[in-house]
């Protein structure tokens, strides 16, 4: 498993950062970074659109939801039965965004790996996991914008994605119906609600966590990431509302 991990998505994306390094102009591993990561996102754009799209049709089918979970509240079999009953009816797969949230952790565990690595060795690369038609550069330089210190943590960066993720989350959450006021005294709490409310902070600051403590080349990637999801996000969701207007 690890073998295919170290092939199939740290190599490629060691390779490409490098590739990028030495046919982008001056020289710049940040822009490295951003063009590898919108490369990356562009590739999941199939995936990562299907995701959205099965948030927002489980939105619309909330009520319906709460309807059986009303009406099967004692009956814990029935009602599983009768949520995958009305699953099917309305062709809601409640999983079809699982795959979609773990490729990007599965992408940051790369980066985390290709930066941590590049970095014991001074941003020298000797070239074992390079691509024959990848040229080795030698030394790397690790200056963004000859200003931001890849090989250090950055706040700016961490702080930039942690508030672009908050946001992202938090429009999520108003498609979802989960963002209402919760009512911690009712006899049975919306735990979706809940548990949404918790990783509306529980997600950034883990991003403000990584941000603080390894290098910034890591944020860099997040950010751009971030960002991208945000931004695609929004066009699914206005594409929808023009669908639901017509």
């Known amino acids: 498993m690890l073998e295919l991990f170290h092939v199939a998505i740290y190599q490629p994306i060691y390779n490409s950062l490098i590739f990028f390094y030495n046919v982008l102009p001056g020289a710049d591993f940040g822009f490295a970074i951003i ?30 939801i709460k309807e059986l979970q009303a009406k099967y509240k004692d009956r814990k079999e029935e009602q599983t039965k009768a949520l995958l009953e009305l699953y099917k009816t309305e062709k809601v797969n409640p999983f079809a965004g699982c795959l979609p ?9 790369a980066f985390y790996q290709v930066i ?10 000797h070239g074992a996991d390079l691509y024959t038609f990848v040229a080795n550069p030698g030394t790397v330089n690790h200056l963004f914008f000859s200003i931001v210190d890849l090989s250090q943590p950055s706040y700016v960066l961490a702080i930039l994605s942690a508030v672009v993720l908050y946001f992202q989350m938090k429009e999520m959450m108003a ?31 883990m991003t403000l966590f990584i941000g603080f403590t390894f290098p ?21 969701f206005l594409k929808a509302e ?5």
């Open 35 to 64: 063009v590898t990561t919108l490369l990356l996102k562009f590739l999941m754009i199939p995936l990562s659109q299907k995701q959205i799209e099965s948030q927002r049709k489980m939105q619309l089918i909330q009520p319906k």
């Open 101 to 109: 949230m773990l490729l990007p952790l599965i992408f940051l565990l």
């Open 242 to 246: 023009k669908v639901k207007s017509v």
């Open 175 to 205: 498609s979802q119906g989960t963002d209402k006021k919760i009512d911690w005294l009712a006899k049975e709490p919306d735990f979706t609600a809940i548990m949404s409310k918790q990783m509306l902070y529980v997600g950034p600051g």
């Open 116 to 125: 941590i690595n590049i970095s014991k060795s001074h941003f020298t690369l």
């Open 216 to 236: 910034a080349a890591l944020s860099l990637y997040w950010f751009v990431s971030t960002v991208f999801a945000y931004i695609q996000q929004k066009i699914v």
